[in-house]
C-alpha cells in the first residue's frame, strides 16, 4: 500500500509559500508516494463571533457548526499549490482530495490540468467530486441541483480535450466545434481519474468515467461496506475491479494519535487487508512544527510497521 501525505496548504500567512515548499522537498527526501491538496475557493456565509472577536463561518454550512479552517486563513488554491510541488519536486505523484467538478469551468479546468501533467512529468491524480457545499457552488456559478449530471459531463469534456486531435464537444452544459487544445497530457491515455464519494451516483462515476475510487471513509468497517457497494456497481456493469484502483484519505487527528501510533498502524493494516492501495494521510495543523514531528512519526514508525504488515 503506497502512503501519500497532504500539503500544508492551509498555513497563517506569512509562512504560507516556506511551509508548502520545505514540507514538500521533506517528503519527498523521505519517499512519501504523493503529495495532496484539497478543493475550496471561498467560505461562503463568515459572520462574526457573538462576540466580535473574529470571523466566524456559521451561516450556510451544511454540517453544522463551524468549517473546520477559519475562514480568514489562506487556504491555497490546488491547482497553483500542486504546481509550486511540481517545480520543487521530481518524484512523488501530485493529487487533489478532490477537485470540485462545479468550480471552474470544464474546458479551462481540463487545459489546466493538462498543463499540470505535463509541467510535472506525467504525475498527475486527477481526484474528483462533486461537491456538497451549495453556497460554495451557488457563489461560483454551479449547477447545485444538477452538479451529478454537470460532473459526468465534465469528466467527458476532459477525455475528449485530451485525448483527441481538434476536440468537438456537444452536451448540456458544454459545446465546441474543432478546437486546438494542446498541451495534451504526458499520460497516456490520460491521468488517472480517482472519483470521490460515497453515494450511488458516486459509486456509477467510478464504475463509468474513472480510474480509481477515492473513498473518504471514517474506519476500515465503513471502508469494507462502501467498498462492496463499489463492487456492486462495478458487476452490474461489468467491469473488472481489478482495473479500479482503490484509495482513501485518513485522517490523523490529534485524539487518534494520543492513543499512540499503534492505533492508526492497526486501522491502517486493517484497510490494506481490505485492498486498499493508495492513502493520503492528512494531518493539517496550525503550527508548521507540529507537522513536521507527524510526517517524522509517520516517516519512522507507522509506515514500516503498515509495509511489513
Given at each position: 500500500m503506497q502512503i501519500g501525505v497532504h500539503l500544508p496548504t492551509t498555513q497563517p500567512g506569512g509562512v504560507t509559500k516556506e511551509a508548502l515548499v520545505s514540507f514538500a522537498l521533506e517528503a519527498e527526501r523521505r519517499d512519501f508516494a504523493s503529495l495532496w491538496v484539497s478543493d475550496h475557493v471561498v467560505i461562503p456565509g463568515t459572520?462574526?463571533?457573538p462576540d466580535g472577536s473574529g470571523p466566524s463561518n456559521v451561516v450556510g454550512y451544511p454540517m453544522g457548526g463551524r468549517f473546520p479552517i477559519p475562514p480568514d486563513r489562506p487556504y491555497l488554491e490546488p491547482i497553483v499549490a500542486l504546481a509550486a510541488a511540481a517545480a520543487v519536486t521530481t518524484k512523488p505523484r501530485l493529487g487533489c482530495s478532490v477537485f470540485i467538478l462545479?468550480?471552474?469551468?470544464p474546458v479551462v479546468m481540463a487545459k489546466m490540468l493538462s498543463s499540470l501533467d505535463a509541467l510535472s512529468n506525467g504525475?498527475?491524480?486527477v481526484g474528483?467530486?462533486?461537491g456538497w457545499w451549495k453556497d460554495e457552488?451557488?457563489?461560483l456559478g454551479a449547477p447545485f441541483a444538477r452538479r451529478g449530471r454537470h460532473a459526468d459531463e465534465a469528466l467527458r469534456v476532459f477525455k475528449t480535450l485530451w485525448t483527441q486531435d481538434m476536440p468537438s464537444f456537444d452536451g448540456e452544459f458544454v459545446r465546441f466545434q474543432h478546437v486546438g487544445f494542446a498541451p495534451k497530457p504526458l499520460q497516456r491515455p490520460h491521468p488517472p481519474i480517482w472519483v470521490g464519494g460515497g453515494s450511488a451516483g458516486a459509486y456509477r462515476r467510478v464504475v463509468e468515467h474513472g480510474d480509481g475510487w477515492h473513498a473518504?471513509?471514517?474506519t476500515p468497517e465503513h471502508f469494507k461496506e462502501e467498498l462492496a457497494k463499489v463492487r456492486a456497481a462495478a458487476d452490474a456493469a461489468k467491469r473488472d475491479m481489478?482495473?479500479?484502483e482503490l484509495s482513501l484519505r485518513f485522517s490523523l487527528t490529534e485524539e487518534l494519535l494520543a492513543k499512540g501510533p499503534q492505533a492508526a498502524i492497526d486501522m491502517l493494516a486493517q484497510l490494506k487487508r481490505l485492498g486498499l492501495q493508495h492513502v493520503l494521510l492528512e494531518f493539517r495543523r496550525a503550527e508548521h512544527g507540529r507537522m513536521f514531528e507527524i510526517l517524522d512519526l509517520v516517516s519512522t514508525t507507522i509506515r514500516p510497521a503498515v509495509d511489513a504488515a
Open positions: 459572520t462574526k463571533d462545479g468550480h471552474r469551468h504525475r498527475l491524480i474528483v467530486g462533486v457552488l451557488d457563489i473518504m471513509t471514517r481489478q482495473t479500479i
